[in-house]
């Protein structure tokens, strides 16, 4: 995380990661809120400048303390369990977390453990969050630097040779050979033995043993899906296609700027018509999406069936986490943020400006303005 870039509901939107950039550090105990926000509790009272989300029990605070703000971690009581001291932090994951500890490692990347002990040393230029056991790390700057994976130990098990990677997923890993203009994509196991040829000019990660892959070039190729064998199993026909999640993908017909997205089976099959700008990101059941042909219109929510179940009403929402969704209201020329439940029932009332969903328990929340936003954890 970088304490100046605002993630709002799994978008970057302005100026700190759930807005401002984590200052303050002691205890936050649990307080009943003032009369005028009603049905929530400031588990951590605002005192960041920003506030990133809770994973194994810590999140990361952005503390500003006579000097550079420093990323630092809280546990659930709002304590500062590990010092302030870090340029750019990661979630935990796993018990480790990537970190950047600061000029003296020369932009060098290392993990820490739950107690703030550097577990595997600085290092890598780029270092990510374990997944199927392996992490993605980088060798050398953004444009010419090579990507390959180290195990929990530190170790590099896959040699650094490739020119980009994504994480690994049921046992693969999307790989691309060449540079991002004309370089192919295709897929390694946990060997680094290349399984499926490089030959698509995109590629995603498998879920339920099927991946998105773009056949023919990089203007009119269209988007199918193949399994782990690297067979064909869903013909190419889309504009554009995510990995499947529970069983379902979204795909887009037409251009990026004008198409519509809808939802397909693992045989392919449209089970909701193309009709939605974004794709919809189905949690528990139910997915945001914005209804109409007006870019600026509302959002609401429609189930698995593609059925409008939380009618549209919000100039942005997000994705449900433990029962209840963020959604954004404007008033006047400002918008604030609350939570809705599963129902469409409102039971935060928007007065946040920024937030994110709630996770094991609680959601990062931040009032006030730019100059003077401040940052906390409420629960309900």
């Given at each position: ?257 004008t198409g519509l997205w809808g939802v397909i089976d693992l045989h392919g099959k449209i089970v909701i018509a193309p009709q939605f700008r974004q794709p919809p990101a189905f949690v528990d059941g139910l997915a945001a999406v914005q209804i109409g042909d007006d870019p600026g219109g509302p959002f609401g929510y429609i189930d698995l069936q593609g059925r409008i179940v939380i009618r549209p009403q919000f100039a ?65």
């Open positions: 995380m970088k304490p100046f870039a605002l993630f709002v509901l799994g978008m970057t939107v302005t100026a700190a990661a759930v807005s401002g950039s984590q200052q303050g550090g002691g205890v936050g105990s649990a307080q009943v809120v003032p009369a005028e926000f009603p049905h929530f509790t400031w588990a951590v009272p605002p005192r960041f400048e920003a506030a990133g989300q809770f994973r194994d029990g810590l999140a990361p605070v952005f503390v500003v303390d006579h000097g550079p703000g420093k990323w630092g971690f809280i546990d659930r009581l709002g304590q500062i369990v590990i010092a302030p001291r870090f340029e750019e932090v990661d979630n935990f994951s796993g018990g480790v977390a990537a970190v950047l500890p600061g000029p003296e490692t020369n932009g060098r990347r290392g993990y820490i453990d739950s107690t703030g002990a550097m577990v595997i040393p600085p290092q890598f230029d780029l270092a990510t969050a374990f997944a199927d056991g392996l992490a993605h790390i980088r060798i050398g700057d953004e444009a010419t630097g090579k990507h390959g994976f180290i195990d929990r130990s530190g170790q590099v098990v896959i040699r650094a040779i490739f020119d980009s990677v994504a994480g690994f997923s049921e046992g693969l890993c999307v790989i691309r050979t060449g540079d991002a203009a004309t370089g192919l994509f295709g897929y390694i196991d946990k060997r680094g033995k290349t399984v499926i040829e490089p030959k698509f000019v995109a590629a995603g990660t498998f879920r339920d043993g099927l991946a998105p892959v773009r056949f023919g070039d990089r203007t009119t190729g269209k988007w199918g899906f193949i399994n782990t064998q690297g067979r064909t199993v869903i013909s190419p026909q889309f504009d554009g296609a995510t990995a499947f999640a529970r069983g379902l993908a979204t795909v887009r017909m037409g251009d990026p700027a942005l929402a997000g994705t449900f986490g433990n029962g209840l969704a963020p959604v954004g209201i404007m008033q006047g020329e400002t918008m604030k943020w609350g939570f809705i439940d599963e129902t469409g029932r409102m039971v935060i009332k928007p007065q946040f400006d920024a937030t994110r969903r709630f996770d094991e328990g609680l959601a990062p929340a931040c009032v006030g303005d730019v100059t003077t936003r401040k940052c906390g954890y409420i629960s309900r």
